[in-house]
C-alpha cells in the first residue's frame, strides 16, 4: 500500500497533449480549457430579416419563463459546466458575480458525461412554447475541439413575446421539428450532441432578441451580478461554489486504452472506457477514471482499491485544483496481485474521508472484455424514399457475432449479419425507436445495444393511447458490475394508494443493461395514485417512496437508481455510484436469510450452472461471489419494506 499527498496546484509535470497533465506517478488529470474571448462554441448571431425580427427595447424577458429542457435532473446525468459571461471585454463575471464560464460565453453549457451516453439519446426539450424558424441537422455530431469543423446543428424557437432561443450542438439528424412549427413547451424537439465548436456532448441554451438588427443575449439566471428577473419558472442553486461532485467513474485494463497507459487517455475518455466483464489478477496494472467537478477547499480526495474482503490494496489522495468545471482524473497504479482473493473488488472515492461512490470490478483468472459497438451506438434516420442502411462493428473485431432486433417496424431488417437496412418510414407517430443485440454466440453478459431513432416530421407527435405506461429505471445489485447490467426479466406492478394496497395492473418486461425497461397497464387510469412494485425472481421486492400520479397521454418515468429516497424505506443498496435493489431473496419470503444463503450454498458445491435462481450475479455459475452477496445482505438483515 502507497499514500501520495499533494496538490493539483503544484503541476509536477505538463505532457505534450492539451489540457492533460501528469500530476503525479501514475496520476492524470484533464480538465477542459477556458477558452479564450475570441474563441465561442457558437457564431457571431448576424440579423437575418427572413427570420428575426426586431423587439423595442429594453427588455426584461418577464413574460417568458424557462422549464429545465431535459428529462433528467442536473447531477443524473446531466452536468451544468458554463453560465453565462455578464461582463464584456476581458475578465469573467457569471451571474453570481463569480467565474463559473469562460471568457465571451453567451449562453448556458449542459453537458452529458460522454460519447456514449449521448448514443443513448438525451433528449432536449423546448423550454417555453414558440415557432420554429431555422433548423440545421445534417452536420457531423462527435467533435472534441474547436476550429475547422462543420456547423452546428441547432434549433431556434421565436417566443410568443417575440425573444428567442437557439438549442446548439444537436445530434446529427435528431432534429424532430420543422420550420414554421409551433411546439408547445415540454416538447422533445432533438437531442444532444456534439456537433460545431465542441469539445463535449452538450447543448448550448441561448436566450436572447434582437434591437436595431443586433442580437442581445439574456442571461436567464438572476443573482447578485446579473439582478434583472429569472427567466427559469423554477431556478437551481448556483453551482459555482460547489467543493466536490463525482459526476461518474469505472475501471480499464492497459488492453481497452491501446495497450500503454501512460498514453493521454483523452479520446478514450470522451468515448466511454468501457469496463471489462473481468479483469485477471496477472494484469500488470489497473486503471482507474474518475469525471470530477469541484472548487479547492484545503479537504482531500482519495481513491481506494479494496479487495472482496474488504481489506486495502492501494490509495493515493489529492487536493483539487482552484477550479475544475469539467474533468477527469485517472490512476494507474501497479497491480498483480495474483488469484489468492477473486470475486468483486471496487474503488472507493472519497472526499473529506466521507465515501462519495463505489465502483465494482470482478478479479479472475482471465481478463475478459465486452464486444462493443463502433464508431457509434446510436443514430437517427430521417424520412426517405430509399432504402437506408447501416454496417453494424464491434471492437475488438469478433467471429461470432449474433445480432436481434429489438422492437423494429416491419420495413426493418438485418441482412448479411450485420448491416441493417430501413426501408421507406411508415410509422404512426413522429419518433420510432428500436434496439439491435449485438452478443458473443448469444451471451447475455457478453452484448452491448445499437439505437436507432427514426424520425418522420411529416407525421405528428405520440400523444398517448389511453394506456398507463412506465419508463423505468432500476438495477438489480447482483447483477449489475457498476457500468452495466445483465438483462434479465422483472415484474412491475401497480398497486392502489391505501390499504390492503390491491393490485391495479402487472406488466412483466425485459429490462435493459442500461436498467431501462417501458411497462404498459392497460388495466390502470392515468391521473390516479399508484405505488410502484418491482420483483425480481431473487431480489427483494421494492416499493416505491410514495405514491405516483400517472400523467394523461405520456409514459411517467422513474428512475430507482439515481437516490435511495426513490425507494420506501430507502431500500436501495449503493453499489457503483448507482442505487440498486437487493439481491439474494431467493426464496422470495421478503428477507434475505440464512435459508436462502443455505441454498446458494447447496448449489455452489453441486457446481451448479444456468439460469438459475441462485445465480445472483447473472454469470450462470453459482459461485463464491453469489454467496457474498447473500451473507452480506443477510448479516445487514434487508428485507422487504412496504407500506
Not at 5 to 14: A, N
Request: aromatic share 14%.
Amino acid at each position: 500500500m502507497k499514500t501520495i499527498l499533494f496538490l493539483f496546484l503544484l503541476q509536477i509535470s505538463v505532457l505534450a497533449f492539451g489540457q492533460t497533465k501528469k500530476i503525479a506517478e501514475n496520476l492524470y488529470l484533464y480538465e477542459n480549457p477556458k477558452q479564450s474571448e475570441d474563441k465561442h462554441c457558437t457564431p457571431d448571431i448576424k440579423f437575418d430579416p427572413s427570420i428575426h425580427e426586431n423587439i423595442a427595447g429594453p427588455y426584461d424577458g418577464g413574460n417568458i419563463q424557462f422549464i429545465w429542457p431535459f428529462d433528467v435532473a442536473v447531477d443524473e446525468g446531466i452536468v451544468l459546466v458554463n453560465y453565462v459571461d455578464n461582463l464584456s471585454g476581458s475578465g469573467i463575471k457569471d451571474y453570481n458575480d463569480d467565474d463559473w464560464a469562460y471568457n465571451g460565453h453567451n449562453g448556458t453549457d449542459f453537458s452529458l458525461h460522454d460519447f456514449r451516453n449521448m448514443d443513448r439519446f438525451y433528449s432536449v426539450k423546448a423550454a417555453a412554447s414558440g415557432t420554429v424558424v431555422k433548423i440545421v441537422f445534417n452536420n457531423y455530431d462527435r467533435n472534441t475541439g474547436w476550429g475547422d469543423v462543420d456547423p452546428a446543428n441547432i434549433i431556434l424557437i421565436r417566443h410568443d413575446d417575440g425573444s428567442y432561443a437557439y438549442y446548439y450542438h444537436l445530434m446529427k439528424k435528431s432534429v424532430t421539428v420543422k420550420l414554421g412549427e409551433y411546439v408547445t413547451q415540454g416538447k422533445v424537439i432533438g437531442y444532444i450532441g456534439s456537433s460545431g465548436n465542441s469539445t463535449d456532448a452538450h447543448l448550448h441554451f441561448e436566450p436572447g432578441y434582437f434591437v436595431n438588427g443586433n442580437w442581445n443575449k439574456r442571461d436567464p439566471w438572476s443573482g447578485i451580478y446579473n439582478q434583472l428577473p429569472s427567466l427559469w419558472e423554477s431556478q437551481l442553486p448556483y453551482f459555482g461554489f460547489r467543493a466536490f461532485e463525482l459526476h461518474d467513474m469505472g475501471v480499464f485494463t492497459a488492453g481497452l486504452v491501446g495497450g500503454n497507459m501512460n498514453n493521454d487517455l483523452f479520446p478514450y475518455l470522451k468515448e466511454r472506457i468501457i469496463s471489462p466483464n473481468t479483469i485477471s489478477g496477472y494484469e500488470s496494472k489497473i486503471g482507474f477514471w474518475a469525471l470530477l467537478q469541484g472548487n479547492y477547499s484545503g479537504k482531500s480526495v482519495k481513491f481506494e482499491i479494496r479487495k472482496s474482503n474488504g481489506n486495502l490494496f492501494d490509495d493515493v489522495s489529492f487536493y483539487l485544483n482552484s477550479q475544475s468545471q469539467y474533468g477527469w482524473s485517472w490512476w494507474t497504479p501497479d497491480f498483480n496481485p495474483g488469484i489468492d482473493v477473486t470475486g468483486n473488488w471496487y474503488v472507493r472515492v472519497l472526499y473529506d474521508n466521507v465515501e462519495k461512490g463505489r465502483y465494482y470490478f470482478n478479479v479472475q483468472l482471465l481478463t475478459s472484455n465486452r464486444p462493443r459497438l463502433y464508431p457509434v451506438a446510436g443514430k437517427c434516420f430521417r424520412r426517405s424514399i430509399f432504402v437506408q442502411r447501416d454496417t453494424l462493428r464491434v471492437r475488438p473485431v469478433r467471429t461470432n457475432m449474433q445480432y436481434e432486433l429489438v422492437g423494429a417496424p416491419p420495413n426493418v431488417s438485418i441482412t448479411n449479419d450485420s448491416i441493417v437496412n430501413i426501408g421507406i418510414l411508415d410509422q404512426l407517430y413522429r419518433i420510432r425507436e428500436f434496439k439491435v443485440i449485438a452478443s458473443m454466440g448469444g451471451s447475455a453478459s457478453l452484448r452491448d445495444t445499437m439505437i436507432y431513432k427514426l424520425i418522420d416530421t411529416t407525421k405528428n407527435h405520440f400523444t398517448g393511447n389511453g394506456i398507463v405506461s412506465l419508463e423505468l429505471k432500476s438495477y438489480i445489485e447482483g447483477r449489475y458490475d457498476g457500468n452495466f447490467m445483465e438483462e434479465d426479466s422483472i415484474t412491475v406492478i401497480l398497486r392502489n394508494a391505501l390499504t390492503p394496497y390491491a393490485i391495479v395492473d402487472q406488466a412483466t418486461v425485459y429490462s435493459l443493461a442500461n436498467g431501462s425497461c417501458i411497462a404498459n397497464f392497460p388495466e390502470a387510469n392515468s391521473g390516479i395514485y399508484n405505488y410502484i412494485v418491482v420483483k425480481h425472481r431473487n431480489s427483494i421486492e421494492t416499493w416505491s417512496k410514495t405514491v405516483i400520479q400517472f400523467p394523461n397521454g405520456q409514459p411517467l418515468s422513474y428512475d430507482f437508481t439515481d437516490s435511495n429516497t426513490k425507494a420506501y424505506g430507502n431500500n436501495l443498496k449503493f453499489k457503483g455510484g448507482e442505487y440498486c435493489i437487493y439481491s439474494g431473496d431467493v426464496n422470495q419470503d421478503g428477507i434475505v436469510d440464512i435459508a436462502d444463503v443455505s441454498l446458494i450454498d447447496n448449489d455452489v458445491s453441486f457446481f451448479l450452472q444456468g439460469y438459475v435462481l441462485t445465480d445472483l450475479d447473472g454469470d450462470f455459475f453459482v459461485d463464491s461471489s453469489d454467496m457474498a452477496i447473500a451473507e452480506n445482505n443477510a448479516n445487514n438483515f434487508v428485507s422487504r419494506m412496504r407500506p
